[in-house]
């Protein structure tokens, strides 16, 4: 019992002492129980053996326990590789502090390192494998980095391309041109200019809404005009400048430039996905930009939106916002501040409105066989009551589709202004992965022009600050004479 | 220069080369001899022992020996160590300056003449 209890204290010892010594050790003390017989002796060694504990553990611990046989390296066979310790000394309280002091600056530098942001490098084997889009980008974010660092110096080729226009020309654009991509378009050299928008000119499935530019950049394009035009995307929509290039100073249309981003373009229209999280988030703190929805005298329900947000974030809250006008005699939907949206939102609240499924034209639909209304809604009530839209001078993109599909539905009254006749809605070819632009739109199923370029022109022609009155009365007057 | 790990020597190495001084002992020999030598005033345990033995190893003041074949009463499963010659001359030195001290002491009338 006793050898048991020795055997414990010796494993406060470090390990290598233990290795070496511990079985002399229980040897020595088998050799002095032998001579220390007796409860007092017996104590007396036991009061010993605590005593060595406290002086023998120090001395113990300060030991390197160093072989001191000689080296099996002098055995190895020469030329032939052996291991080998090469230290075994114990370290001392300064180098752990040094090296604790060490491993806590490179953690720190290796976070700033992480946290620091670094530019981005386009993907390229080797410069001679990537194509005329990437070189043009890979120049471009060159000419972006010596200008933020304050590098004036010229440019590689040594010469800025000459563009073969006059200088009243340049002006012009340096007005419609972002100030940076004046100096961005000196990286680029003709050719280059040329192999990026060659394809973008002459392609015969992209659609123009204005036939004249767009005539004219085809025409003009042999000519050797070529001035390319940067612009920077809007903060939040690309991470990367988009170069809508020299469609945008001939057609002067910059929705319908074909854009080149280094972002590979999604294989369907809508906002690239660096722009969903800042929007989405925008979106919650707006409320879904659901301004007000309430219920006016003579129980006509009001809705006042002002965009048509993205259903996946406002989904549940364009239909709540239909529940809750569920019950009105009549319903307005007052557009008049609403500049356009997801077209999906528009197609989700219009089914409200409909018995049945109804055609639903969406010029940014490829195949028509989707272009219907979800209708009807479980427990809509709103099926055949009255509808009023307000609008301005000002509604513009996805709401005038909302306005015109209910207008040519005949199942509302357009109350205000001329809307402003934009779309920005088409289908989007992908070229590549990094050039594209709209196509043709479906031919519209109601047999007439769509509000591109025209606008939709109000039932009750008003102005916009007196719609949301004509639209009461009239509400009213339709309530009580029924 | 680096500081030597047994500078000053301490007493329980000391003795420990002391009573190798005359034959190569095993550990419990040395500590039985220690405890002669010292007329019962110092006993070591075995961590001290051990301890001082492998500090005493690694300065080469002491070294293991094989003496199997060459001792009557060597016990194969205890290691046996011998003094070096370096351990010898450090157990000289040691000696002296206790000497030395003890001269002192006996010129002051500390020590009666009994003890030397």
């Known amino acids: 019992m006793s050898e048991k209890i020795f055997a414990y204290l010796l494993r406060l010892y470090p390990s290598r002492f233990r290795e070496k010594y511990t079985e002399e050790a229980i040897r020595l003390y088998r050799d002095l129980c032998r001579h220390e017989t007796g409860l007092l002796r017996r104590t007396g060694l036991w009061i010993g053996l605590l005593a060595d504990l406290a002086f023998g553990l120090p001395q113990a611990y300060r030991n390197t326990y160093v072989s001191t046989a000689s080296s099996p390296v002098a055995l190895a066979v020469q030329g032939v590789p052996t291991f080998r310790i090469l230290e075994l000394k114990p370290l001392r309280p300064g180098s752990f502090l040094f090296g604790s002091i060490l491993t806590l600056a490179l953690l720190s530098a290796f976070s700033v390192v992480l946290r620091h942001p670094v530019a981005y490098r386009a993907r390229s084997a080797s410069g001679d494998s990537s194509s005329p889009i990437e070189a043009v980008i890979e120049r471009l974010h060159r000419s972006m980095s010596s200008e933020q660092d304050g590098d004036e110096s010229p440019q590689t080729d040594g010469s800025v391309p000459d563009d073969g226009r006059n200088g009243e ?149 364009a239909d709540g916002a239909m529940i809750r006008l569920n019950d009105t005699n009549a319903i307005i939907f007052d557009l008049r501040e609403n500049r356009g949206g997801y077209p999906e939102t528009a197609e989700q609240i219009a089914a409200w409105l409909f018995e049945r499924p109804a055609a639903w034209y969406n010029p940014g639909e490829r195949s028509a066989a989707q272009s219907m209304t979800h209708s009807p809604v479980r427990n809509s009530r709103l099926g055949n009551k009255p509808v009023y839209i307000l609008t301005s001078s000002r509604t513009v993109d996805g709401v005038e589709q909302f306005v015109y599909n209910l207008k040519m539905l005949k199942r509302a009254t357009v109350i205000g202004e001329r809307t402003r006749g934009e779309t920005h809605s088409r289908p989007f070819d992908r070229n590549d992965d990094h050039l594209g632009g709209p196509m043709k739109p479906l031919t519209n199923s109601y047999g007439k022009p769509d509000w591109e370029g025209t606008g939709i022109a109000p039932d009750v022609e008003v102005k916009a600050s007196d719609a949301l009155q004509i639209a009461e009365e009239s509400a009213r007057a339709k309530i009580e004479r029924k | 220069m680096p500081k030597r790990k047994l500078d000053p020597l301490p007493a329980a190495a000391f003795q420990i080369l002391l009573s190798l001084a005359g034959e190569d002992l095993h550990g419990y020999a040395i500590m039985r001899q220690v405890e002669e030598q010292s007329s019962g005033r110092i006993r070591l345990g075995p961590g001290t022992l051990y301890s001082s033995i492998q500090a005493l190893l690694e300065e080469g003041l002491i070294e293991e020996v094989d003496l199997s074949g060459k001792s009557e009463s060597f016990d194969e499963r205890r290691r046996y160590y011998r003094l070096t010659s370096t351990g010898r001359k450090l157990a000289r030195a040691e000696a002296e300056k206790l000497a030395d001290l003890l001269r002192v002491a006996r010129a002051k009338n500390i020590l009666k003449g009994e003890y030397v």
């Not at chain 1, 003009?220 to 035009?229: D, F, L, W």
Request: aromatic share 6%; with cysteine; proline share 11%.
């Open chain 1, 169 to 317: 020309a340049r002006k012009a654009d340096s007005v419609t041109t972002h100030p940076e991509g004046v100096e961005m378009q000196k990286a680029i050299n003709l050719n280059e200019r040329r192999q990026v928008i060659r394809p973008a000119v002459e392609s015969p499935d992209l659609h123009y809404p204005h036939p004249q530019p767009s005539k004219n950049a085809q025409e003009a394009m042999p000519q050797s005009e070529m001035h390319g035009v940067w612009v920077i995307a809007p903060e939040g929509t690309v991470s990367v400048p988009r170069m809508t290039p020299y469609l945008h100073a001939v057609t002067r249309d910059a929705q319908e430039a074909n854009a080149h981003d280094k972002i590979p373009i999604p294989s369907r229209s809508g906002p690239l996905a660096v722009a969903i999280s800042p929007y989405r988030a925008a979106t919650k703190q707006h409320d879904c930009t659901f301004e007000t929805i309430e219920v006016l005298p003579h129980n006509i329900g009001y809705f006042k939106l002002d965009s048509f947000p993205d259903p996946a974030i406002c989904g549940a809250s």
